[in-house]
């Protein structure tokens, strides 16, 4: 693909958005987002074709790629060169507009940060569809900053260029379990001061929490497969060491959506031998996710039931001070297992983010958890989600946008850095064509 290509693509959607005089949404094939919003009376902007990885530039350790581009298509090309992006999301749908302007992470986030801390410039859509380039250090460098966590609420990234590493073929891991929270805790902390390549940890519960370090390695003896029957959240608990090749290793977590999987009943040999590895993936359980939510079967059935569960599909994260009190209040009060963790560090002092504020130079340990509460006691909607947005702020952490939030809007704009925002939105999209943070992330409009 060309880069003239790129121009063509970027002239039409320019066109389009400056002949349209609709609100805006964006169209493309896949999302990952958790919370469902109206569509009436909003333009669709196609951008799916802005998906194209447009240069590996191994000398320099650079990629320049579409917006829309799937992480699974940049993984790949990446690879064929023997590098990767610094930070790989573990979803193969998710692109990397989405977890730049969304907020993503994985496991050499310890080092790298988040995505959006290895971006270098991006070319942003603006609602009155003029295109500007962006970088830390030119006129447009509030918008650099201000992009991550905006969610598309201030601009849509066509192109971006992000820094890449090395790879090795394999990757070596070895799961080690505590049985104490302030252990565990300890234990992160140092691992992140060691050479590993990537640090991430499974808590099956409050006396079973599992540190997974990983390495980059030239040779192994064996390499497991974790794509169809076997699964490998289930591994860490039956194994101290595995290797898996590179690409495996980036996807281990997508084959079943984590442990997510179990909600649609194919964690059990007969259901995974029909299925097939082609099936066995995020992208078809968001489908069957996104089909649910609209024909409404499970609200059916537990209004049937009378029963009142509620949604907790959340990351948070949390200075690892504070880490073992959000996971004790987590255990007694929520009470979802497993429980992923992430640390997250290698922040740059000179750049701050706004909108996605994580103060001061520590680690800080993102814990992700995504299922069903059961909620017997009738408590009002969002009552789980609450106690934990609570929480979050009390212990100085910051909550991922992806999902529900119950957010009051003066909160809201207190945690997310209202001041600046209103400064950027004023300047870039002056009369709101596109929907702010709050109205988008909150009251899903
Ligand atoms: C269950 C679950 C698990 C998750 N796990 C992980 C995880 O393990 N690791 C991780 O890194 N992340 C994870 N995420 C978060 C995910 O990275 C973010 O939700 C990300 O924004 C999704 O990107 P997407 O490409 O699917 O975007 P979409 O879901 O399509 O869009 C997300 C939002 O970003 C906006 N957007 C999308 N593309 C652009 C663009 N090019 N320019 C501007 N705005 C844009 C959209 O308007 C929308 O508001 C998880 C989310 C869920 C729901």
Known sequence: MTHSTYQQKKQDLSTQLRHSTKAVRLEKAT??????????????????CLNQVLAVDTENQVVEVEGMATYERLADACL??????LVVPQLKSITIGGAVSGIGIESSSFRHGLPHESVSSMDILLADGEVVTCTPENEYSDLFFGIPNSYGTLGYILKLSARTMPVKPFVELRHFRYTDIDDYFYAVNEASKSDVDFIDGSIFNERELYLTLARFTDTAPYTSDYTWLKMFFRSIRERS?????VHDYIWRWDTDWFWCSKNLYVQNLPMRLILGRRLLNSISYQKVMRWNN?????AFINNLLDRHPEGVVQDVDIPIEKAPDFLRFFVEEIGIRPVWMCPIGGHDPTRRYPLY???GDGLFINFGFWDIVPNPDKHESGYFNRKIEAKVSQLGGVKSLYS?????EDKFWQLYDGDQYFELKQKYDPQGRLKNLYQKCVLKQ
Not at 404 to 408: F, I, N, Q, R, S
């Open 404 to 408: 529900d939030a119950y957010y009051d």
């Open 31 to 48: 999302s990952n987002l958790f919370r469902t919003r109206g569509t009436a009376g909003v333009s669709k902007l196609d951008v799916g």
């Open 357 to 359: 504020p994580l103060h």
């Open 80 to 85: 064929q060169q023997h590098c990767m992006p």
């Open 294 to 298: 609209r024909v409404g079967l499970t």
């Open 241 to 245: 060491e595995d290797y898996l090749s």
